[in-house]
């Protein structure tokens, strides 16, 4: 892991704590992977939020998580 990817993994933890992250290097498979901590609830669900997050990149995780934060906050979670 570079130093640009630790310091994008600590700000990732920091503004989204709900959330662990690893990197796998599986081929054929995204790279970087957030997990929630806590199972979403059903209508959640049914709006496009996940419990497993994967991107080929740290910075595709980045915007997906953000969406996935906008999704939850139409919902008033």
Known sequence: MTDYEQRLIDVL???HPGWRYE?????GLPRWWAI???PLRPDQREAG?????????????V???ARHDEILHNLRY
Not at 50 to 61: E, H, K, N, P
């Open 36 to 38: 929630r901590y806590d």
């Open 49 to 61: 939020a996940r419990d497993v997050l994967g991107r080929t990149s740290l910075r595709r995780l």
């Open 13 to 15: 933890v920091s503004t």
């Open 63 to 65: 915007r997906a998580l």
């Open 23 to 27: 990197q796998r290097d599986l081929p």
